[in-house]
């Protein structure tokens, strides 16, 4: 069947005993990859997104501390869309920034992706090509 793309299981062992399950597309082309370094793969993604959810969660409890030492605020005392405001650019803005310098600077990867050698590729991801290898 033209056009048809064949998926196969991809299970992966997580702590406590679950599994997970993934639909990784069967290309007959594709570069082929062992289940051991996918394995390892997704590790060192998690635990880098780890590190770095540690990184902004640790600036986050800064800026509480902080807020909490210098000012006084009472329920009701500030206006919501204020309130909204200043999260956003004390902590949305500084975090999506964080993110996206990280990744564009010379070693093209977040502090957690540098400790555990993951880098932003330019081109689109060997996984990707080989997904939309199998879907021409």
Sequence with gaps: MAGSVNFSTFRVQIWGGGQMEFLVPACANAPTVTSKYMKKQLINRILAWTV????????????????????????????????????FLTLTLPVVTYSYLTERSKWKATIGKRLFNLTVDKNELKTTKAFYYGMS
């Design 52 to 87: 770095d959810f540690v990184i902004i969660g640790f600036y986050a409890f800064l800026l509480f501390i902080v807020t909490q030492l210098l000012f006084e605020f009472s329920k009701g005392e500030i206006n919501p869309y204020l309130g909204q405001l200043i999260g």
